[in-house]
């Protein structure tokens, strides 16, 4: 997979272009709330004191319908903004060698079942979202993924809980490897005590001393059954840029395999390439942000895609 200073030649070339149209209709939009804020204000001030009703009436009237307009301004700029810039950053990854053509929708995602059956997260009624739908192959193996939120109700304390708020993705390798793995985060074991009894209910045991690598050991818990060799997943160079991307990051990483089927989680708080309205989105770190985010999920595919 191209490496971030292919990204920022791209970007300055191609999505940075892309993003100075975006932003002079961002400026159109702030300017157009800004004076007709104005003109509503003083033609209010206006009719108070010229203590004419129906002048008021008619100004509150025509707040309400440019009020309506403006939302719907706003909404299509928001909606054409993300599309425009994924698309952009897709053409860019698929255009890595071994990368068939990747897919987007905005409007898609995986659905709840995917998310339930990767055996990761074990949440009782849960409210689910699930957008930006992305699909395509490496190699041998296709996948997709979406950005996934999850919440759940905590009878406790009577409120909505993050179970969880990133990228979400699910691979086909087509020559399944024997056994099953999961991998989670070590300061995550509190809040997957569900997860950690289903594993442990079923024949799996944690993985220590086949993983040399003690920053993994220390930052990770890993399942596997016995018929599963984890190293046949978790390489000693994987092992370290999953390392490195969640030290640097602070984020939290998950993968559980079974059945020839893989399931990977990069935890992101942020919504993934949502324009601000008020402030400029001409930043790098905008774009950065997402492709990491990806990269790492896609370059454990491309590292089991090349072993397997």
């Known amino acids: 997979m191209k490496r971030l200073e292919d990204l920022r030649i791209f970007y300055n070339h191609t999505i940075y272009p892309e993003l100075k149209r975006m932003e002079k209709k961002r400026n159109r939009l702030i300017l157009l709330i800004g004076i007709s804020t104005a003109l ?3 033609l209010f001030i206006i009719a108070q004191l010229l203590h004419i009703f129906s002048l008021s009436l008619l100004v509150v009237l025509i707040e309400i319908f440019y009020v309506l307009f ?6 299509t700029y928001v909606q054409t903004f993300k599309p425009r810039i994924m698309n952009l950053i897709l053409d860019f990854i698929d255009d890595s060698i071994n990368y068939g053509t990747l897919t987007y929708d905005a409007n ?3 659905d709840k079942k ?5 055996k990761i997260f074990f949440p ?4 689910y979202e699930s957008e930006d739908y992305i699909k395509g192959q490496i190699g041998s193996i296709s996948f997709e993924l979406s950005e996934t939120r999850v919440t ?9 809980e993050w179970v969880f708020d990133g990228v979400f993705m699910k691979a086909k390798l087509q020559l399944p490897v024997k056994g099953s793995l999961l991998i989670i985060p070590k300061t995550e074991k509190p809040y997957l005590s569900k997860t950690i009894k289903h594993w442990m209910g079923s024949g799996h045991v944690k993985v220590y001393d086949l993983i040399r690598n003690k920053t993994f050991r220390n930052l990770f818990e890993t399942f596997a059954n016995k018929k599963s060799n984890p190293m046949q997943f978790l390489t000693e160079g994987l092992q370290n840029s999953i390392i490195k991307y969640t030290e640097e990051h602070d984020k939290k990483f998950y993968l559980s395999y079974s059945n020839g089927t ?12 949502e324009p601000n309205l008020f402030k400029s989105n001409l930043k790098f770190s905008l774009i950065k942000e997402f492709y990491e985010d990806v990269y790492i999920l896609l370059q454990i595919l491309e590292d089991l895609d090349l072993h397997h």
Do not use: H, P, W, Y
């Open 40 to 42: 509503c204000i003083i």
């Open 124 to 127: 009782r009624s849960i409210n």
């Open 70 to 75: 403006l939302i719907s301004r706003i909404r």
């Open 114 to 118: 995917t998310f339930l059956s990767s």
């Open 108 to 110: 898609s995602g995986l």
């Open 152 to 160: 759940e109700f905590s009878r406790v304390k009577n409120t909505q």
């Open 262 to 273: 893989i399931f990977m989680a990069v935890s992101e708080e942020k919504d993934i390439l």
